[in-house]
C-alpha cells in the first residue's frame, strides 16, 4: 500500500445531519457534498456512517501495551519502584518494536490516527509507527536523576533519535524532546532540553504537576511550583504538551495560557492511580492554555480508546468540580481532534475541503448510534472504539469494515516480545 492513496471516494457518509460522499486526493480533503464523485483509485462505501475527523492523543508511551494488566491496584509510588521500573529495566529494542506496533493496532481499531509518545528504544516507535501509516511525535524519556554522567547520556541519546527521525524525512513521525518530570531531571538537563527543543524546531513532552507529591517536594526543595520551575528553565512555549496538570493551582494556569503551553487531560490514568484531582479544566480554557486529551500508557488506563477517554474527561469534571455543564461533549470531542493536532504540529482535527484526509467512520447501526440525535454527543456518552468502522490517515485507508492488514502477524509479535520479557524478569529473580 503506498503512503498515500492518490485518490479515494467515501460513499454515503452522514455529516453535519446531511448524507454526503467525500472524496480525497493526494491524502487532503478535495471535495464533500454532491460534487464529490467519479472515479477513484480506491472507493469506499460509507453504508450511511457517522464521518469524524480523527482523533489524536497527547500523551501516551505507546510499547507500554505490553505491560497491560501486570500491575494494577496498587499506590503510584509502589507501582512505579515495585513493578513497573524493574520490569522496564529488561525492555529490548524488539520490545519496543512489537509494542509500538501493537498500541497503533488498538489506536486505529479505535479511531485514533496520531499520537504523542515518550519512551525508550525510540528509534524502534519510529520504525514501528512508520509501518503503520499513522501520525506521531516521538521522544525519548530524559531521565538523569540529577546525575550529570547520566545526563550526558541521555543528551546523547536525545540528540541521536531528533537526528534519526529528522532523517527519515516522513511528514507524519515528528521528533520532540522528552524530559520526564521535574522530580526526575535536573535543572541542568531542563535548561538543555529546552534549548535544545528551541534550537532544533521541535515539541516538548513533559509530565507535570501529576501528584500533591510532586508539587509539595518541588516547593520544599526549590522554594517553586513545578509549573513556575519549568518557566524559569525555559520549558512552557507553545511547542510543549504537558501531560496531567491534576495539581495545577491558578497561577500555574495563567503561566501555561501565557507561554501557549498545550495541556494534556488523562482522566482514567489519573482516577486508576488516585492522584486525587481532576485537572482545573475550566482554569485552564479561560486563560488560553490549549486542552488537548490522552490516554497516558496501558500499564495505567489499561487500553487506548479516545472515545472512552472523551467520555471519562467530561464526566470527571463534572464530578469532581460539580458542574454539570463543565466540558460539554463539543469541547471534549475539540480536545480530542483540532486541539490534539494542534498540539503535536499536524494540521488536521476537521473534516473540511483542503484539510489532510484524516477520517473515522463509526457503524450507523451501532447500538450507540441509535438513535442519532446528535452525533457528537453519541460519540462522546454513548460509543467506544468498538463503534470505529473504517480509518483513513492523510488519505490512506488504515482500516476498512475492521478489517487491519497484518493484525494477526502483530498480535502475534506482541504477545511472543512480552512473554520474552517476562522470561528476563523472572530469569534475573
Known amino acids: 500500500m503506498s503512503d498515500t492513496e492518490r485518490s479515494v471516494l467515501i460513499r454515503?457518509?452522514?455529516?453535519?445531519?446531511?448524507?454526503?460522499?467525500?472524496?480525497?486526493?493526494?491524502?487532503?480533503?478535495?471535495?464533500?457534498?454532491?460534487?464529490?464523485?467519479g472515479e477513484a483509485d480506491r472507493i469506499v462505501d460509507g453504508g450511511g456512517a457517522v464521518a469524524l475527523p480523527g482523533l489524536y492523543n497527547t500523551?501516551?508511551?505507546?510499547?507500554?501495551?505490553?505491560?497491560?494488566?501486570?500491575?494494577?491496584?496498587?499506590?503510584?509510588?509502589?507501582?512505579?519502584?515495585?513493578?513497573?521500573?524493574?520490569?522496564?529495566?529488561?525492555?529490548?529494542?524488539?520490545?519496543?518494536?512489537?509494542?509500538?506496533?501493537?498500541?497503533?493496532?488498538?489506536?486505529?481499531?479505535?479511531?485514533?490516527?496520531?499520537?504523542?509518545?515518550m519512551y525508550f528504544f525510540m528509534e524502534e516507535a519510529a520504525r514501528a509507527v512508520d509501518e503503520m501509516g499513522m501520525k506521531a511525535q516521538l521522544s525519548y524519556g530524559f531521565i538523569d536523576l540529577f546525575d550529570e554522567e547520566k545526563r550526558e547520556k541521555e543528551i546523547h541519546a536525545t540528540e541521536k533519535l531528533v537526528a534519526r527521525i529528522k532523517g527519515m524525512n516522513n511528514p507524519r513521525i515528528r521528533a520532540a524532546v522528552g524530559p520526564h518530570a521535574v522530580y526526575t531531571v535536573s535543572e541542568e538537563g531542563l535548561?538543555?532540553?529546552?534549548?535544545?527543543?528551541?534550537?532544533?524546531?521541535?515539541?516538548?513532552?513533559?509530565?507535570?504537576a501529576e501528584t500533591e507529591q510532586e508539587v509539595h517536594d518541588c516547593v520544599e526543595k526549590t522554594g517553586m511550583r513545578p509549573a513556575a520551575l519549568l518557566d524559569r528553565c525555559g520549558c512552557l512555549t507553545p511547542r510543549t504538551v504537558a501531560a496531567h496538570c491534576c495539581w495545577l493551582d491558578s497561577d500555574d494556569c495563567t503561566l501555561l495560557g501565557d507561554r501557549g503551553v498545550f495541556?494534556?487531560?488523562?482522566?482514567?490514568?489519573?482516577?486508576?492511580?488516585?492522584?486525587?484531582?481532576?485537572?482545573?479544566?475550566?482554569?485552564?480554557?479561560?486563560?488560553?492554555?490549549?486542552?488537548?486529551?490522552?490516554?497516558?500508557?496501558?500499564?495505567?488506563?489499561?487500553?487506548?480508546?479516545?472515545?472512552?477517554?472523551?467520555?471519562?474527561?467530561?464526566?470527571?469534571?463534572?464530578?469532581?468540580?460539580?458542574?454539570?455543564?463543565?466540558?460539554?461533549?463539543?469541547?471534549?470531542f475539540q480536545m480530542a481532534t483540532a486541539n490534539g493536532a494542534a498540539a503535536l504540529g499536524f494540521e488536521g482535527g476537521v473534516i473540511a475541503e483542503g484539510a489532510p484526509a484524516d477520517l473515522v467512520l463509526l457503524d450507523r447501526r451501532a447500538v450507540c448510534n441509535t438513535p442519532l440525535y446528535n452525533p457528537v454527543s453519541n460519540a462522546v456518552y454513548a460509543c467506544s472504539g468498538a463503534a470505529v468502522t473504517t480509518v483513513l490517515c492523510n488519505g490512506r485507508v488504515l482500516m476498512e469494515d475492521r478489517r487491519i492488514p497484518g493484525e494477526a502477524e502483530i498480535i502475534n509479535g506482541a504477545q511472543k516480545a512480552a512473554e520474552g520479557l517476562i522470561a528476563r524478569k523472572q530469569a534475573e529473580e
Request: glycine share 8%.
Open 191 to 208: 535548561h538543555w532540553c529546552a534549548e535544545f527543543s528551541r534550537q532544533q524546531n521541535v515539541g516538548l513532552h513533559i509530565h507535570l
Open 59 to 117: 500523551h501516551t508511551h505507546a510499547a507500554m501495551t505490553l505491560l497491560r494488566g501486570y500491575a494494577d491496584d496498587m499506590p503510584l509510588q509502589q507501582w512505579l519502584s515495585e513493578k513497573i521500573w524493574p520490569l522496564e529495566a529488561h525492555l529490548t529494542a524488539d520490545d519496543v518494536y512489537w509494542g509500538t506496533k501493537l498500541a497503533c493496532l488498538e489506536m486505529i481499531r479505535s479511531g485514533t490516527v496520531g499520537f504523542n509518545d
Open 12 to 37: 454515503d457518509v452522514e455529516l453535519n445531519g446531511a448524507r454526503v460522499n467525500i472524496r480525497v486526493e493526494n491524502g487532503r480533503f478535495a471535495a464533500i457534498g454532491e460534487k464529490a464523485g
Open 263 to 332: 495541556a494534556s487531560h488523562n482522566p482514567t490514568s489519573n482516577m486508576k492511580l488516585a492522584v486525587h484531582r481532576a485537572m482545573p479544566y475550566e482554569w485552564l480554557k479561560a486563560r488560553g492554555a490549549g486542552v488537548t486529551l490522552g490516554t497516558d500508557g496501558c500499564a495505567s488506563n489499561n487500553n487506548l480508546d479516545m472515545f472512552e477517554e472523551m467520555k471519562f474527561a467530561a464526566l470527571l469534571q463534572k464530578f469532581y468540580w460539580n458542574s454539570q455543564t463543565l466540558l460539554p461533549a463539543s469541547e471534549a
